[in-house]
């Protein structure tokens, strides 16, 4: 299995930076009891006041507004609850993130930063040193219990690649396409003198260098390759008609005077298999471990409990 470790899409985005916790809550989302459990996952509650930093976190990660996190709440505290199985999962299968590893782990993220710049992190956060350190640790065990868990999975094998890409030809086809050189021109009577210039032999790559006003004017007026459907309607009609080394004639668009050249044309075929057998064997390979996880953490519900406090939905809906 390649990179067992990797957390796939599904996994969250947001696990990949549990440790910057940022304790601040965008809104008032909770009132009563800060100590009193709210939710419960297996043997471990989550009271008021670290239900609000989880959820604080997770918004201000995603770079949520209030009416966001209304609509996800749902969403977030799921996430939140999934964390916390990963974790009791960890637990009972005796899965520890030892000093040694977490002190590994904050020498190379310090080293990230200037000297000064990671205190200026923790103080932009309102994160104290030890706080953050055991966000991490709680990042990098659930980290740990993901690539045990999803080392398991067999391989992608060859008949399923072949099987995939004998099934989704389509998916890999090619259009026709043309490679394309263009100047373009502020004036007609100056597109006009270009192409005069062309016909007593002037090389158009150093034309266009010289007096194309399009951002690829630098490359010689190279667009590269071009499809269907990409060019306005008049344009393409003219370009898709011309054969290799052919140019147009002047063409008047919203954006200038045109006169393009055809440097080469790929016919529309369809992608042999050992073109994008890595990139099948990428894609099944992420389907399969998102299918596992998804199915793993059901069961994590299965075995430990999930209680939770339905106020808490109504709080946030009033309070968020």
């Known amino acids: 299995m390649k990179n067992p470790g990797e957390v796939i899409i599904r996994i969250k985005k947001y696990l990949l930076c549990l440790f910057l916790f940022s304790f601040i809550s965008a809104c008032q989302i909770f009132h009563g009891s800060e100590g009193k459990a709210v939710i419960t996952v297996g043997k471990t509650g989550i009271s008021k006041a670290e239900l609000r930093a989880?959820?604080?976190?997770?918004?201000?990660?995603?770079?949520?507004?209030?009416?966001?996190?209304?609509?996800?709440?749902?969403?977030?505290?799921?996430?939140?609850?999934?964390?916390?199985?990963?974790?009791?999962?960890?637990?009972?299968?005796?899965?520890?993130?030892?000093?040694?590893?977490?002190?590994?782990?904050?020498?190379?993220?310090?080293?990230?930063?200037p000297e000064s710049g990671f205190k200026e992190m923790l103080l932009q956060r309102y994160i104290d040193i030890n706080t953050w350190k055991e966000e991490l640790r709680q990042d990098l065990l659930i980290k740990k219990v993901i690539s045990k868990v999803l080392g398991d999975i067999p391989d992608v094998t060859f008949n399923e690649i072949i099987e995939y890409y004998e099934s989704h030809k389509d998916e890999f086809a090619w259009p026709r396409m043309i490679q394309l050189r263009q100047i373009v021109t502020r004036s007609q009577e100056e597109a006009e003198e270009i192409l005069h210039r062309l016909s007593e032999g002037d090389q158009m790559a150093e034309l266009a260098k010289k007096y194309s006003i399009t951002p690829d004017a630098e490359k010689g007026g190279v667009m590269g390759w071009i499809a269907k459907g990409q060019l306005e309607e008049e344009i393409e009609a003219t370009v898709f008609a011309l054969r290799v080394g052919e140019k147009s004639p002047i063409i008047d668009s919203p954006y200038g005077y045109h006169i393009f050249e055809v440097l080469s044309v790929r016919d529309a075929r369809v992608q042999n298999l050992l073109e994008v057998k890595a990139d099948i064997e990428s894609m099944l390979a992420s389907q399969k471990k998102e299918t596992f996880y998804a199915k793993w953490v059901e069961g994590l519900k299965n075995r430990f409990p999930v209680g939770i406090d339905e106020d808490i939905y109504t709080d946030w809906n009033k309070e968020g």
């Not at 976190?57 to 996800?72: H, L, N, P, R, V």
């Not at 993130?97 to 782990?105: G, K, P, Q, Y």
């Open 54 to 113: 989880e959820i604080g976190s997770i918004i201000s990660e995603m770079g949520m507004t209030d009416e966001e996190a209304k609509t996800a709440i749902n969403s977030i505290i799921e996430k939140i609850i999934e964390k916390y199985l990963i974790m009791e999962y960890g637990k009972v299968q005796g899965i520890t993130v030892s000093d040694e590893e977490l002190d590994a782990a904050v020498r190379g993220i310090k080293s990230d930063y």
